[in-house]
């Protein structure tokens, strides 16, 4: 079965900064790939998925995640963190036998000024 | 404006008590799927539906029980059987199966 792992439960970063969250999945045929973004009290909100068109996937607000077969990630990055960038961001693979979203723990993001 | 609602956005339930929570989606999906949402435990499949009148049980129904009889609506009711119903529910939609979940903004449960 399909797993999916977030290293890191929580992030810290300084306004400006990199923002890496990293995602490692299971298994060894390329699945679809999702990062999800939620703020307090609401719902998930899309941010990026990969469907094997192309390894590097650009999302919404300057994020953006790489696939890499050979590691099994798929890293989430922006160059550089807004205040409003502070949330929890869930990684999520989806199960081909199963046709379910398998889910990572989720990863709070925190940006100092 | 296309999207999912999900009613009420806090909702208090005694104890013995069934409550039910709505979830409605105008985007024409076939599949719906209701999550729990606890701290630190990422979101957990409770029940998820691929086309109306059919529903499965995911990793967590006990305690709990849906309908599909519109293709538009996919109500959760958290069952006296449930003992730790506290939590965030969020319900999500995919134009198929194994598609691309889309969420509404959830409900929270409290117990009084």
């Known amino acids: 079965a399909q797993s999916v792992t977030q290293l890191g439960s929580h992030v810290s970063v300084s306004e400006g900064a990199l923002v890496l969250l990293r995602c490692n999945y299971s298994s060894s045929v390329p699945p679809y790939l999702f990062w999800y973004v939620q703020y307090p009290n609401q719902g998930l909100q899309l941010l990026l998925k990969?469907?094997?068109?192309?390894?590097l996937v650009k999302g919404i607000n300057g994020f953006e995640a790489e696939f890499k077969k050979s590691e099994t990630s798929f890293h989430l990055t922006k160059p550089s963190a807004h205040m409003s960038d502070a949330a929890e961001y869930f990684c999520?693979?989806?199960?081909?036998?199963?046709?379910?979203?398998?889910f990572g723990t989720g990863t709070r993001l925190q940006v100092f000024p | 404006d296309g999207g999912i609602t999900q009613s009420p956005k806090y909702l208090f339930r005694k104890e013995g008590q069934n409550v039910t929570l709505s979830c409605e989606q105008n985007?024409?999906?076939?599949?719906m799927y209701w999550y729990r949402q606890d701290p630190g435990q990422g979101l957990r499949l409770i029940y998820y539906?691929?086309?109306?009148?059919?529903?499965q049980k995911g990793d967590i129904a006990e305690g709990y029980s849906v309908s599909r009889e519109k293709k538009e609506s996919f109500p959760l009711t958290v069952t006296s059987a449930q003992k730790n119903p506290t939590a965030f529910y969020l319900c999500?939609?995919?134009?198929?199966?194994?598609?691309?979940?889309?969420f509404g903004p959830g409900t929270r449960l409290l117990v009084l």
């Open positions: 999500a939609s995919s134009v198929r199966p194994g598609g691309t979940q889309y």
């Open positions: 990969y469907t094997s068109a192309a390894t």
């Open positions: 985007l024409n999906h076939d599949a």
């Open positions: 539906s691929q086309i109306v009148n059919d529903f």
């Open positions: 999520a693979v989806s199960d081909q036998d199963t046709d379910k979203l398998i």
